[in-house]
Each structure stands twice: as C-alpha cells, then as structure tokens.
C-alpha cells in the first residue's frame, strides 16, 4: 500500500492530499528514509511524520484498504512523539 493511501486510512492525517504534500516536501521517512508519496509500505516499516509541533514515530502493523473508525488505530503503534 501506498504511504500517502495508509496515513489517510490510518486517520493520521485527514486527506490522502495533505499526506501527499507532506511526502513531497521531505516530511516523511520510513526506516530513516525519506519518502515520496508513492513509496510501499509494508508490516514492521517504522514512519517518522515531522509536523510543526514534534514528530510522531510508529511501527506499521498491518495494511488494509478500508477499515472503521474505531479500528483505524489497530494499523499502527506509536513508538514515539516528540513536542
């Protein structure tokens, strides 16, 4: 699955755009790598996301298309935040 396609069904970020622009402007590194939007990710894939307050760091558990709400954190642990 495509890197900007998870943050958005994961509900990090809102809208698949906003984690696009972010990708595109350096913001995003998987495994200590940035990336671009279309990078694919895969189970056990550590993401740092650099937003203007901190970081947030999280290790992917597992990929799906759709998920509920309620579930949407069940994609993810969160290793870290920094603020």
Do not use: C, H, W
């Not at 990708?23 to 203007?52: C, H």
């Not at 760091?57 to 954190?73: G, I, Q, W």
């Amino acid at each position: 699955m495509r890197i900007d396609k998870f943050l958005k069904v994961s509900r990090i970020l809102k809208r698949r755009t906003v984690a696009q622009e972010a990708a595109a402007a350096g913001k995003i590194a998987v495994n200590g790598r940035e990336v671009k939007p279309a990078y694919r990710l895969k189970a056990g894939d550590i993401v740092e996301i650099s937003f203007q307050a901190g970081v947030l760091k999280f290790r992917v558990k597992e990929l799906k298309e759709n998920v509920k709400k309620d579930e949407a954190s069940s994609l993810y642990e969160v290793i870290g935040e920094d603020a």
